[in-house]
């Protein structure tokens, strides 16, 4: 019997542009300002409880891995300024995955096939062996690139601290035939396979075609390229920071990356610098001809599913073999300028690491904050069964609002006031721009007003709007920065998502919104569609930021359910 035909999903572009400092892939070059020295950071809109280093910039999330009882969180940085540039790997470790201890970097151009930077990567643990990293470095001003790996220097010490980069084998893999030697980077994590190989994918492109290579080997030194792609997709751009591990059909535990069967799928997920934004599919994963087919439930494209839909790039999963979880991270960018960034001495952030897992209906995945975040929770305030009219709000007090953890569920007891849905309406964050929060609606917009000063000058609103299609509703979820700030010159976005859920038998929605500063972190319908928002308001900060829940549709909307936290801040070092 003929195998089946696989194809190719990727999507994520970078062009690669050339500084006297070496290679970038998907950041504006500031020579002049990428070297300058933070001596001191500003507080105002710094982190409390997502991670950032103490200064400095930050991008990818590299090699996240448990090993020995110690989560370790590599990351792109910048040790010296708070723009992009001097990429090295930074390097942190945790008990919990909420507060974190600095170590040394672990990784810092040393030789020449990694002189133009150490770029991104992942780990894997070998049985009997220990951690390796794979990660990418560039080995001339053409930007060729070329996939190398590292070792701890001292496998006893918990932390890992040092790494080591065997020249004897480094580079393992170089970018050979058709290949495009500047668009061949961000090695995954390795998965094992019956046959007695590692299996690695590589993320790439060639005219325009956005691919994963498959590379395998038996003994993590000499590898060899698989004929064909795992995946391509056209016009889709180079493909950066690919992703690929299964998950189960049943039930929210993660799975090993070498686990196969009947009862599991598997996820791709791409990086896409044209758009910024990543896009991920469920299908199967053909393991005798290397293959994966994603299924015909969204599209295998630039407007497919994402993890979230606002600012969240470069985004890495690993197994959590301690909880039986698959966690994921990933980079939140700043919205602010370069110039913003050097005064204030730091730029971005993670996200929370969240654990994922198949939705039950198989055709998207959930995301939920890891429960140790939880620990966080203090002074909490509740509330119940308490009705909103058109253009009515009530402020939450008791809590600190401008770090705070919010959840709340909504309902309504008719669908008959919303809105027609338009069936031009292609892309969600379109409709929220157009609608936005002031404007009166059916069913919706109702939600929370975060980050808002006492006179509503300034407010990001997470919300939610209900509209009526030929066949089934269309559920609507914003972040809407566009009044987030009095300052003008900032970049204020609407993001939005659609929110796969029916509503013909229930008639509730869910949202838990994370407010930590100049994030917005939420999660709606308990994690089918999430949404993260840098923003920097000059009134609501601190103390004087405040929270409300709003209606503004003639529907009457029911709050049957709200908790909210004051969060403690994590510890640092």
Request: proline share 5%.
């Amino acid at each position: 019997m003929a195998l089946p035909i696989c194809v190719t999903i990727i999507l994520i572009s970078s062009l690669f542009l050339i500084s006297n400092d070496g290679v970038e892939a998907f950041h504006s070059i500031y020579p002049d300002l990428q070297s300058i020295s933070v001596p001191s950071v500003t507080k105002l809109h710094r982190t409390a409880y997502h991670f950032q280093p103490r200064r400095n910039w930050i991008n990818d999330p590299n090699g996240p891995m448990y090993y020995n009882g110690v989560y370790h969180l590599f990351y792109q940085y910048n040790p010296k300024g708070a723009v992009w540039g001097n990429i090295i790997w930074g390097h942190a470790v945790s008990k919990d995955l909420i507060n974190w201890k600095e170590l040394e970097p672990a990784l810092y151009p040393s030789n020449p096939f990694d002189k133009y930077g150490c770029w991104s990567g992942s780990a894997t643990i070998l049985p009997g062996k220990g951690p390796v990293i794979l990660y990418t470095g560039v080995i001339d001003n053409r930007s060729s690139e070329v996939q190398l790996y590292a070792v701890p220097e001292n496998k006893s010490d918990p932390f890992l601290r040092k790494w080591v980069k065997p020249k004897s084998f480094n580079p393992i893999i170089k970018a050979e035939g058709a290949i495009n030697a500047s668009a061949f980077r961000d090695p995954t994590t390795a998965w094992w396979s019956r046959d007695g190989h590692w299996r690695i994918l590589i993320g790439g492109g060639r005219k325009n075609r956005g691919m994963a290579y498959t590379y395998k080997s038996k003994d993590f030194l000499k590898w060899m390229k698989v004929k064909h792609p795992i995946h391509s997709v056209e016009s889709t751009g180079t493909w950066e920071c690919p992703d690929f591990y299964p998950v189960s059909l049943k039930g929210k535990n993660g799975l090993d990356l070498s686990t196969v069967g009947k009862s599991v799928k598997h996820v791709l997920k791409n990086s896409l610098d044209k758009t910024r934004y990543e896009y991920y599919t469920i299908g199967r994963y053909l393991r005798k001809c290397d293959k994966y087919i994603p299924d015909n439930t969204s599209e295998d494209g630039w407007g497919g599913l994402r993890y979230d839909y606002g600012n969240f790039y470069a985004s890495k999963s690993f197994f959590d073999p301690s909880k039986n979880r698959r966690v994921l991270w990933a980079w939140a960018n700043e919205s602010d300028s370069k110039e913003d960034d050097v005064k204030k001495g730091w730029a971005g952030i993670q996200s929370i690491p969240r654990t994922v897992w198949l939705d039950s209906h198989g055709r998207q995945l959930v995301q939920w904050p890891v429960e140790e975040l939880n620990s966080l929770r203090e002074k909490e305030v509740k509330l119940s069964n308490r009705k909103l009219k058109k253009g009515e709000y009530f402020k939450v007090t008791g809590i600190t609002a401008a770090q705070a953890d919010v959840e709340i569920t909504f309902s309504f007891s008719s669908l008959e006031k919303a809105e027609a849905f338009d069936s031009s309406w292609v892309k969600a964050e379109n409709v929220c721009e157009e609608k936005g929060s002031r404007n009166e609606g059916g069913v919706g917009p109702f939600g929370l007003l975060t980050l808002a000063s006492e006179k509503l000058e300034e407010f990001t609103p997470v919300f939610f709007r209900v509209f009526k299609a030929p066949k089934n509703h269309v559920i609507l979820m914003c972040s809407d920065a566009t009044s987030s700030s009095l300052k003008r010159e900032l970049y204020k976005p609407s993001f939005a998502g659609f929110l796969d859920i029916d509503l013909s038998h229930n008639r509730k929605l869910s949202l838990r919104s994370l407010i930590d500063h100049s994030v917005v972190e939420s999660f709606g319908g308990g994690g089918k569609t999430n949404i993260l928002s840098r923003v920097y308001p000059t009134l609501a900060v601190k103390k004087k930021a405040h929270l409300f829940v709003f209606n503004n549709g003639t529907e009457h909307i029911t709050v049957e359910n709200m908790k909210a936290w004051s969060m403690k801040s994590a510890r640092r070092n």
